[in-house]
């Protein structure tokens, strides 16, 4: 009794040992999720060159050391600020105000593309939003940046790493950036 009783052990051993192997094997290539948890884009990182921009509307001038530290959303567009840019510039603000303390951490930047100064009205609806005239230095490093078709958001390391799409979902970037803040300790103080 004591053999039968050893390889029931041993069987029940090599059990416990081999099941959780066999259900990361079915979990990895049988049943995969289709969701993607993430609203925005992860685009490979591409760190921002040292470069400084003139400011805009009397602003001072803009430099790459300006944004490390912080996550930074960065919208670039026209100074020309149509219904798509309007939307977008609004989306970076509530989604900034809505991470409540840790919205220190997260810094505003709208890079003018052209030579249009943008509308002072629009800057005034604006608090605290930095506007600098970029040009093709950082352009290159933000994908679809000439068209005004995204938002970006640059990590406090310097890279840009996501973007966002235009119109931009005001809720999917907040669930974004709270989930950046709360599982990265960059751009604490």
Request: charged share 20%; proline share 8%; with cysteine.
């Amino acid at each position: 009794m004591t053999q039968r009783s050893a390889k029931l052990t041993l069987a029940a051993l090599v059990l416990v040992c081999t099941l959780p192997v066999a259900a990361s094997y079915f979990a990895y290539y049988v049943w995969q999720p289709q969701g993607q948890v993430n609203y925005g884009e992860l685009i490979p990182p591409a760190p921002l060159p040292d470069a400084v921009f003139p400011g805009v509307a009397g602003q001072p001038p803009f430099g790459r050391e300006a944004v490390d530290g912080r996550w930074t959303l960065v919208y670039a567009g026209s100074g020309a600020c149509g219904a798509d840019c309007e939307r977008a510039l609004y989306a970076v603000r509530q989604s900034r105000l809505a991470q409540g303390k840790e919205m220190t951490r997260v810094a505003r930047l709208w890079l003018v593309t052209d030579n249009v100064d943008p509308p002072a009205a629009l800057l005034g609806r604006h608090d605290g939003l930095r506007v600098a005239r970029g040009n093709s230095p950082w352009l290159v490093r933000f994908p679809g940046a000439a068209r005004g078709v995204h938002v970006f958001l640059v990590d406090p390391l310097g890279n840009v790493m996501m973007r966002f799409p235009v119109p931009t979902d005001i809720k999917g970037v907040i669930k974004d950036l709270e989930r950046l803040l709360k599982y990265s300790g960059l751009g604490r103080g």
